[in-house]
T-cell receptor
Framework: DGGITQSPKYLFRKEGQNVTLSCEQN?????MYWYRQDPGQGLRLIYY???????QKGDIAEGYSVSREKKESFPLTVTSAQKNPTAFYLC????????????FGSGTRLTVV | SQQGEEDPQALSIQEGENATMNCSYK?????LQWYRQNSGRGLVHLIL?????REKHSGRLRVTLDTSKKSSSLLITASRAADTASYFC????????????FGKGTRLHILP
């Protein structure tokens, strides 16, 4: 079955530590996206990539970094510069969002300990 | 850059009743989409309505779009316990290159 796989489901980060969230898709979608979800604030766009080896900042990119070396993979690193990283992180992909919308992964819940 | 805003923020209805959620937005759009999110899970795409469409149906879902009022509604008929979830509208603004913007969602609770 085609879909998006996010791992891990739960992640704990110590202060000052970088952590990487994995996102893999086998849908052959060109575009991939990372969103952050906080209670009561909906989804906010962190980074997106419309093609391999290219990505752009979204609305809240500070403290995050990404790479897109393969079409299937779009990992997100939460760096120590992100002062409030506790949130639910969602990865999505689309073949053409204008016609078909997004397919989402099941999310990673990141908690600072 | 919040574009869509759902109303109400939360809604509780009895099983079997119809549920209506509304979404208002600010700028011209290519399309508007509705998504469902069960607690602690990812979002699931429900329906997409283009700017030149006024109404669309999918099973028990009915979506309307009024571009003159910049608003949309999602109607779920004959609600079931499994419909308990958060529902988000997402707009595809004309000036944002295929990046959709999500509202804050409506939390729907179906009472047995």
């Amino acid at each position: 079955d085609g879909g998006i796989t996010q791992s891990p489901k739960y992640l704990f980060r110590k202060e000052g530590q970088n952590v990487t969230l994995s996102c893999e898709q086998n849908l052959n979608h060109d575009a991939m996206y990372w969103y952050r979800q906080d209670p009561g604030q909906g989804l906010r766009l962190i980074y997106y990539s419309q093609i391999v080896n290219d990505f752009q900042k979204g609305d809240i990119a500070e403290g995050y970094s990404v790479s897109r070396e393969k079409k299937e993979s779009f990992p997100l690193t939460v760096t120590s510069a992100q002062k409030n990283p506790t949130a639910f992180y969602l990865c999505a992909s689309s073949i053409q969002a204008r016609d078909y919308g997004y397919t989402f992964g099941s999310g990673t819940r990141l908690t600072v300990v | 850059s919040q574009q869509g805003e759902e109303d109400p923020q939360a809604l509780s209805i009895q099983e079997g009743e119809n549920a209506t959620m509304n979404c208002s937005y600010k700028t011209s759009i290519n399309n508007l989409q509705w998504y469902r999110q069960n607690s602690g899970r990812g979002l699931v795409h429900l329906i997409l309505i283009r700017s030149n469409e006024r109404e669309k149906h999918s099973g028990r879902l009915r979506v309307t779009l009024d571009t003159s009022k910049k608003s949309s509604s999602l109607l779920i008929t004959a609600s079931r316990a499994a419909d308990t979830a958060s529902y988000f509208c997402a707009t595809d603004p004309m000036n944002r290159d295929d990046k959709i913007i999500f509202g804050k969602g409506t939390r729907l609770h179906i009472l047995p």
